[in-house]
């Protein structure tokens, strides 16, 4: 099996070295659009295979939550990453987590604060895919597009169970808790509820939409200019 830390390190690694090379007018070549989507998802739901899908349809970089959580856990790649922004792009991130504390009435740690930061930083360069970590409410509205995907208790307990070769009652207790503490997360890091909609911009039920028309919904919104106002 590889090393989960040296394949992480790869990926940060081979992330700055594009970063870096980008030239800039490939950077700034969609600057008045938006190039960020953020996908929260119920657990056993398919938002993370929707989020790879966008990724792979739109040619973005897809950071998923563990990936996000590495990141700001681990300073020194937090820093690396930002740094690989050049420093006239990264000018207001500062001042607009500041607004964002105060807005919501937060008292950060220094992992909730790296976490702005990263996601921050990945907002401003664009292109990118950002799953779970509460992106949206970081984000300003509109510099990206916020989804939410969805589905019954049920379903989801089967396809964890179908996923993970486990019975449905041991499925069924793994996202019983992952949604407890996803939604814990979020109430606690950005005083918000993760289930209300009017955090997103689109809702999809995957009891009823497949994966696939998820995507295209999704290139088609950014393809066609984005949202409106």
Request: charged content about 30%; overall charge negative.
């Amino acid at each position: 099996m590889d090393n989960p830390d040296l394949s992480f390190d790869k990926f940060i690694q081979e992330l700055v070295d594009k970063w870096g090379n980008m030239p800039n007018a490939d950077r700034n070549c969609d600057a008045s659009r938006i190039t960020v989507v953020t996908v929260s998802s119920e657990p056993g739901s398919g938002g993370q295979v929707i989020a790879s899908g966008i990724a792979e349809r739109m040619g973005y970089d897809l950071f998923q939550r563990d990936i996000i959580r590495e990141i700001a856990e681990r300073a020194d790649i937090g820093v690396s990453v930002i740094e690989s922004i050049e420093k006239e792009r990264l000018s207001g991130i500062e001042d607009f987590i500041a607004t964002l504390v105060s807005r919501r009435y937060l008292w950060p740690e220094m992992y909730l604060e790296q976490l702005m930061k990263v996601v921050s930083v990945i907002g401003k360069h664009g292109m990118a895919v950002i799953a779970g970590r509460g992106a949206n409410f970081i984000l300003p509205p509109n510099e990206r597009l916020s989804i939410r995907v969805v589905a019954p208790l049920d379903l989801r307990v089967l396809n964890i169970s179908r996923v993970l070769t486990i019975s449905e009652e041991e499925a069924r207790k793994r996202v019983i808790m992952k949604e407890a503490k996803r939604k814990a997360f979020i109430r606690k890091s950005f005083n918000a509820d993760i289930a209300d909609p009017i955090n997103y911009d689109l809702t999809f039920n995957t009891e009823f939409i497949r994966y696939e028309a998820a995507v295209e919904a999704v290139q088609q919104i950014l393809e066609g200019g984005g949202k409106s106002g």
